[in-house]
């Protein structure tokens, strides 16, 4: 069975910037509370009557995670940066399709994110709507604006070797297969930033860091607690990493005529990818696809 999640390491990562992570989901109002003994394990339950546990009413059909930030929690992560960056997380997500992210300031003026994945009718294709909201503190709206992103999706499965595996468990069951998705924007210029970086992430299912690639890989990394970094030194990361260039040219060759134009600007290039973990991606990836017909001569053909 697929698993979403290692641990409970991802929602533990909550804790670094709260002591009373809040759930409500379906009926289930509960919270964790790190003053109780026990806190982080045993669950609290919550009375939504009350009007000062929430913000705002919340909708009974849907989940939402509540944070209250520790005073010191700007030393632990950049809100902004969370709320900026957030954008591609249902790409990766089986069931979760419809993210709704709520930034409220002191002064009690909000930033509101809202973002909505759906397939398109090819079998490849992904989009997304993003809509951020600001409101005063009146609760009045007073900007709003709209993105849509397009993705081409190539989802590969790949065999384990007989010697690797295992290397992943870490405590999970043994699998012999692994799968490696890679998402290019159909707008590449979108995904990047002012200052021309990628806005591209490493992902697994939710994002872990930007390394300069101009597309999206998710992947069954190992990570560390505070989920803002993969496991250095595990082989299974590095086998893992090395198979990502080709499951690019797997890809490039189901990329329709558009994609195949733009081809160039998915090719990472060297100057972008500065983290050495991540370099020998872009020699492998250009090595690969110099023996592909990846150029459109003046004839119309393509050459390599």
């Known amino acids: 069975t697929v698993t979403t999640g290692h641990k409970g390491?991802?929602?533990?990562?909550?804790?670094?910037?709260?002591?009373?992570?809040?759930?409500?989901?379906?009926?289930?109002?509960?919270?964790?509370?790190?003053?109780?003994?026990?806190?982080?394990?045993?669950?609290?339950?919550?009375?939504?009557?009350?009007?000062s546990i929430l913000p705002e009413k919340i909708n009974p059909d849907a989940t939402?995670?509540?944070?209250?930030?520790?005073?010191?929690?700007?030393?632990?992560?950049?809100?902004?940066?969370?709320?900026?960056?957030?954008?591609?997380?249902?790409?990766?997500?089986?069931?979760?399709?419809?993210?709704?992210?709520?930034?409220?300031?002191?002064?009690?003026?909000?930033?509101?994110?809202?973002?909505?994945?759906?397939?398109?009718?090819?079998?490849?294709?992904?989009k997304l709507f993003i809509r951020t909201s600001v409101f005063n503190a009146e609760g009045i709206l007073v900007n709003e604006q709209d993105v849509s992103l397009s993705f081409f999706v190539h989802k590969e499965v790949l065999d384990i070797p007989e010697e690797l595996v295992g290397a992943r468990t870490d405590g999970k069951r043994a699998e012999s297969k692994t799968e490696i998705v890679l998402a290019f924007p159909r707008d590449p210029a979108l995904m990047r930033s002012e200052g021309g970086e990628s806005r591209c992430a490493i992902y697994t299912f939710l994002p872990v860091k930007q390394v300069g690639l101009p597309?999206?890989?998710?992947?069954?990394?190992?990570?560390?607690?505070?989920?803002?970094?993969?496991?250095?030194?595990?082989?299974?990361?590095?086998?893992?990493?090395?198979?990502?260039?080709?499951?690019?040219?797997?890809?490039?060759?189901?990329?329709?005529?558009?994609?195949?134009?733009?081809?160039?600007?998915?090719?990472?290039?060297?100057?972008?990818?500065?983290?050495?973990?991540?370099?020998?991606i872009v020699p492998a990836i250009r090595s690969l696809i110099s023996n592909e017909h990846c150029v459109r001569s003046v004839s119309g053909r393509w050459c390599r």
């Open 64 to 126: 939402h995670f509540f944070l209250p930030l520790k005073e010191n929690a700007h030393k632990e992560f950049d809100a902004e940066d969370l709320f900026a960056n957030i954008d591609l997380s249902p790409l990766f997500l089986r069931r979760l399709s419809n993210v709704q992210i709520d930034l409220v300031a002191a002064d009690g003026s909000m930033k509101r994110k809202t973002i909505q994945s759906s397939a398109l009718p090819e079998s490849r294709a992904m």
């Open 215 to 280: 597309f999206v890989v998710q992947a069954d990394f190992l990570l560390v607690t505070s989920r803002q970094d993969i496991h250095r030194n595990k082989i299974w990361k590095r086998w893992v990493r090395d198979c990502i260039p080709s499951v690019f040219i797997s890809a490039a060759h189901h990329f329709d005529a558009e994609l195949k134009e733009n081809l160039a600007l998915y090719i990472p290039a060297a100057r972008d990818v500065a983290d050495p973990f991540w370099t020998p």
């Open 9 to 51: 390491i991802g929602f533990k990562s909550v804790f670094k910037v709260t002591n009373t992570p809040h759930v409500f989901s379906r009926g289930f109002s509960f919270k964790f509370d790190v003053a109780h003994r026990l806190g982080y394990i045993v669950p609290l339950w919550v009375d939504t009557s009350d009007p």
